[in-house]
């Protein structure tokens, strides 16, 4: 697959999530296989960007592979003017966000809420691919609700205004992230356009990996709750992709390597005290089975990185000891 001048590796990207997938976590899985990582969610209202949080998300040293930076809102020109600006900071493929089914995201008539409004979309894209050089690429869902999936439309829009590549999440923004993702719609569009199409939602292994690709014809994947706890989920698929085997199970001391590496990019980018608090998170979904639970409750008590990487190293530790 091909974005522009930048030719993809293989056919897995990594879904952008606030919260989720900075620069640590983005980097870890590009080093497990993801041929491409979008960054998290930047509002492209320049009055929110002097915090910390937009600070971050806009900074790209150290970034490896191909810089994608996401940005959301609802104003044609302010949209194109925050596309311009991250392109002078680094980023290479602007991504536009019409996914986003948070609320507080939609009651200001952005993200998932501007599939309602197709002229708006056509009017922010036009802006956005007419602001920049780089390629200008769009997430969408299936539509805003089950009785209105209009995905085929706005993909046609999508392609007619310059977009160079769409990701479908297969649900409608009324969906939120309940039930299952319906690849029908993704299939649908993929039919309807020429510009290559990513199909998102509900890929947590190598066999839904490959029926979606198959069922879609889809280009790529785009891979986000599956990956959380889980970044070797790309080397697993693209090992399955390849050989039609599954690829052995990731090893305890892979996995001490994989957390306690993690734990440390947390506290570089964040500092110790916001970085403790990520890490309880991404920790908890490293450590996700019934018989775990004691350790995450212990672990969220923590309040210093020495304690956090102490409690990870006595945990693989004592699984040693057992086996």
Known sequence: MQIGPYQLTNQLIVAPMAGVTDQAFRNLCLRY???MAVSEMLSANPELWDTDKSR?????????????????????????????FNVEQGAQIIDINMGCPAKKVNKKQAGSALMQYPDLVEQILRAVVGAVEVPVTLKIRTGWEPEHRNGVQIA???????IASLAVHGR??????????????????KQSVSIPVVANGDIVSPEKAR??????????????????????????????????????PVGDEEKRRVMLEHL??????YGEFKGIRFARKHMGWYLDQDE?????????????????????????????QYQ
Not at 156 to 162: K, N, S, V
Not at 264 to 269: F, G, M, P, Q, T
Request: aromatic share 10%; with cysteine; net charge negative.
């Open 33 to 35: 296989g993801a041929a």
């Open 56 to 84: 971050q998300r806009m900074a790209h040293s150290g970034e490896e592979g191909i810089r994608s930076v996401q940005i959301a809102g609802a104003d044609p020109e302010q949209m194109a003017w925050a596309a311009r």
């Open 156 to 162: 046609r829009i999508a392609e007619d205004c310059g």
């Open 172 to 189: 409608t923004r009324q969906c939120m992230y309940k039930g299952n993702a319906e690849y029908d719609t993704i299939r649908a569009i």
């Open 211 to 248: 029926f979606v690709l198959d069922y879609t014809g889809a280009d790529a994947l785009m891979i986000g709750r599956g990956a959380q706890g889980r970044p070797w989920i790309f080397r697993e698929i693209q090992h399955f992709l390849d050989t039609g085997e599954q690829l052995a």
């Open 264 to 269: 440390s990019k947390l506290y570089d980018l």
């Open 292 to 320: 775990q639970r004691d350790f995450r409750s212990q672990f969220n008590a923590l309040e210093t990185a020495a304690e956090q990487r102490s409690a990870v190293e006595r945990y693989f530790d004592e699984l040693v």
